[in-house]
């Protein structure tokens, strides 16, 4: 094993989830250290956070911008950042780094906004480093089974695709309650962005089938509401893809579907087999050829092939989950960091979202937006 | 037990399928005895089919109408009849028993097009006959059970519908194959009307959603396709429902979904709790009071409460499925009929789909096919 | 179709779950007329049950000796009867049946003691009537398909057995309320026999796992308890067995197993393949080729083949349920008794539980008590 | 967070599944640094395992002894030692650490044999370093809930218990292949112990039940097979438990059970409600009280409490799999070794199983295999 990557973080101070999920995915296949942070924009909690993180107080930033300055100064500084902000700081933090040469692996969504993300496209093609977006279902073996067989034609020509993320962790006005900062930024569209629900797991929907099935989408028609009183931003989206060639598709995005978690859910058809996966039992994927019974095929079990078992870590049976989806992604920006550093290419099979999918998100965010408030008129993806 | 109440049929000849599931479920409870029938509009094919079904040869008709003038006249006539047949034949057929007073079971849709329906709920309501339709799908106890749960609050004010029905029996033109003579009318608009999967089966999902819910639909936006090449009517639709009151719902029929057989699901998702139900496994309903671990109920088991309970036949554990749910509208009309025919009030807890809420389904099915036409405008039902 | 069969009930009035179940059965497929009845121990119940049920008053009979002799001499007296009493009241009232050429279809278990059910056997192999036994869960089309299976070699040579079926309704002392008919005679060993959910229940599993395995026990080892204090026959059976050729197997058996409502579940491995099968879940099988992805058969679906189509009434993705599965060993009995009047050859292809599985399940619970009592020792079933 | 803890290993080379297992689990929460190890019996694979786990050299070592010897003695030496090896050398291996005062992480079962399971005993408690036995299914966090949930009586008085672990990788005689390092030694009577896959998953059951029950076995009866040819030790397990208080088990452990990949699952029954728990979909419990819908609780969701919910990372939704419950242990070992090294009282909250855990795993291996011999008969374990 080669000397662990030297990783920085941006954001991830305490109340922050999504920073804990970082640092145990980084950590899981040792590919990385934690050495530097800019936790919180506030910078007494910066320091605070970093002592608790265990990292030196001279790389304990309370400044992101310091920080990039810094690390791409000393010795042994940080090769990789990553940025796990409220969306609106995602532009800001990943500009500074990349224009200093420092990988970036950042948060979903891209941006909290249109222009951004045209702008972080083109800083990030300019730039020298990596970009990597954690749109971390697409890390999940059998995400990647599903989308080795929609490539491999399992499925035949592809017809239709049906998406949902549902959760009910806004069913009531809890960002009302100062109780759950969570819950404050990500319904606050100065932080969040101009959509809710469909930015902050919609993308997530929309990455996802599309990362199984290759496809693009051509438009689409969306109705959105805030169905909590008050709420600036939709908690609840129902939309109408339709892809290249064709095919066609369902997305519902809800944060107020009482009774579901985190229920993530795929399900692709074409003319010859059908496939189903959730992201709450990510360890099974169903999959149908037409006229025979269902398979359900297991990580690291029957069914599954090189390409889930080369990200998988334990044999089938012994469920792997979240946290190792999300590694995967990390495991594999190591690996493109590894070779980008040894002036190599990346190796073909490293798979991961990048600052183009991201794109793609905040687009898709932004004609969600613009299509609710034609009444759900059609409207293509401003790319 | 009262004397069986006599009963007729048209349609359901061999080879038909729905013809076979209506005999059982008006004999699983004993209700009915099937005395007369003109169960196919080839002659000698309904003769064959009713020696087949041991009718008595002067009861074997080879047309609806002459059955209708005739069992009207003679002593102990039928005094109900069961319409099976394709949908552009269930106006006409129903008409004829209609205006003498013979109560009608009918399949649905109510008819292959909006001018017939409008006329049918007329002839109906001037009729001192019953008009039962069978959305089987309302029969089940814990469609029931789901319902009164609606009714009663559990799930607060409702927000988001989700109802969908998946099959895959039509991935491929079996229609042109002659060997599948369901496929054949099904696919046929002059005998199936201008929707295929929407009628078909959309239709169910419609009504199943409106049932348990209450809500009118407002208006809708579809998106239809045929899929395979060559069919003539929707095989597959994408469907955004704007109910009364601000409820938003989803709806996806298909018939071109492989891998699923038959699956009719519905969640349904208010300010309080959500519910789930799925047609495959319908001795199941998922509760979730919001805050609250799921909770299984279990037909005729802990959760199930009188309204399913009545119209059960088994304990928890002994599974009862699609003939049982399909014999409760049975047993719903017979004991509509014994009320009517004693001159009696209708028990207020008899509940059956009646002429009305087929117009309703014959209205969505054509504002799909009016909504696709125009590129999924909004369009409202034409009730 | 030809003329139903008269049929006549013994037991099955008011309160009787499985007299109700068997009145259903016989009428799915429209094989049967009930004609005759001695529902009841108790005359004038047994009137008044008999008229609930539409029977004629000359028909309904206050004993069931009287009943046997009457419609044996009568014009069209019936063809066949139920039997649907508590288990001691199976062999007296089967033998007036059986010496008298009427055919009897009976409740589980056989008898409520050996020596009954050997002298029941003698009456009836040496009587020219049928002998049907409603070990009703080997009805279901998926358990047919189980069993077909396993003859075919898909599983290659057997292993490993394990069948449950738990239960919780009597995990209370219900049985001393006066609520519950059901418990009280199920709970007394004059009436139910020296098991309790050993006969109640675990017959039916002993006899599934044979069923479909082809396998004979050859001993077993049984720990029986009575959990809840005063109970007088066992409310839970842990039993291993040894099954012909080196097979092991365990059965549980539970009535106190809280959170169980009819949960009798069977699984087979051998050295190909694997089989798993649950009653509440019966339009499925598991079944695992060996380093292969599980495959979900279901029933008149994908995988299913001729031998459970043919005992299945709808396409797959309508449920069939307890009482279709029930239905078919009517259906299977009737094919039998008009064979058998015809003076033809029974069909190769119909199959239900006789006598000798019956008596195989007396045995069953007479060796489990005898186990019990002497530690659990091997005991060898005394057929 | 404080300086993470040096750890050493022994076994864990390539080839070896669990030997990852046990990094990724020390690595997860960070608090452990793997500084050293004898990673292979044989010195060669030893050091080449070294390097490519990015030990030093000078670390690296070819025997477990030398390392307990010379890490004992170097100023940062290891503080603790995972043993992962083969069950024949964790006796060996754990006392040259536990003399001389270096914590023990030791995989399952204890040793190999009970005289050595009654030595290490004895060393532990003599020793002033703590012993951790990685029954690593105690970590899962519903696990815990389910004991929380026993213990608080939420069960009632319990009555029956019934756990089995299924998994079917053995079910040919790979062992003789030469391509399965796994099986080799799980099937070496002088490596694994005189029980198969009592052993090697029995004991996990048998753990499992323990831990979540609180119950100690006071006798067994069991029946074990050997059914491929030529296998040396048990690849298929009956048992019947007879636990303190009245409390009856059945345990099944089997490998060649075709279609069960690990299998392991734990229902336990009481006057009040019932549990079930399966280790391949951690993240859910059902609960059930007496009477009342069953109830679906999640990890860190509805229904999960403290216990739980401190070894959970991720709201609920967001599955933890095999590696966080198995991290567990290693956090669990992480504060008892902080606390303990601090001259502190180990927190009354750290929960992990220790060496006494470890003597009646073996304890009950070594009954099966004298209970088997003698036919079944019920025996004691010899603790």
Known sequence: MATRIRLGMVGGGNDAFIGGVHRIAARIDGEFDLVAGALSSTPEKAKASG????????????????????ENRIKDGIQAVSIVTPNHVHYPAAREFLKRGIHVICDKPLTSNLPDARKLVKIAEESGALFVLTH???????????????????????????????????????????????????????????G??????????????????????????????????????????????????????????SQVAVGNENALKLRVYGTKGGLEWAQEDPNY???????????????????????????????????????????????????????????EDIPADVVFPNVQDGL???????????????????VKLAL
């Open 51 to 70: 002592a608790v993180l265990g990292l030196a107080p001279d790389r304990t930033y309370g400044d992101f911008r310091e920080m990039a300055i810094r």
């Open 136 to 194: 971390n279902y697409t890390g999940y073996p059998m995400v990647r089974q599903a989308r080795e067989m929609v490539a491999a034609g399992d499925l035949g020509e592809l017809r239709v695709v049906q998406v949902e993320y549902a959760q009910d962790w806004l069913s009531t006005a809890v960002e009302t309650t100062g109780t759950n900062k969570q819950s404050e930024w990500r319904t606050d569209p100065e932080r969040t962005g101009a």
């Open 196 to 253: 809710g629900s469909t930015g902050d797991i919609g993308t997530h929907a929309f990455n996802l089938a599309s990362f199984v099935t290759g496809l693009e989408v051509e438009s689409l028609s969306a109705d959105l509401d805030s169905f909590v009183e008050g709420r600036r931003v939709d908690d609840n989206g129902h939309v109408m893809l339709r892809y290249t060639g064709g095919v066609k598709g369902m997305l519902w995005c």
């Open 285 to 343: 994927l169903w999959y149908t050829p037409f006229g025979e019974p269902k398979r359900l095929l297991t990580r690291s079990g029957a069914g599954a092939g090189d390409v889930a078992n080369r990200v998988s870590r334990t044999p089938g049976g012994h469920p792997e989950g979240y946290l190792e989806g999300f590694a995967n992604i990390y495991a594999e920006a190591a690996r493109a960091i590894r070779a980008k550093e040894a002036g």
């Open 360 to 378: 793609k998100g905040v687009a898709f965010v932004d004609a969600c937006v613009r299509s609710s408030a034609r009444d759900a008129a059609w």
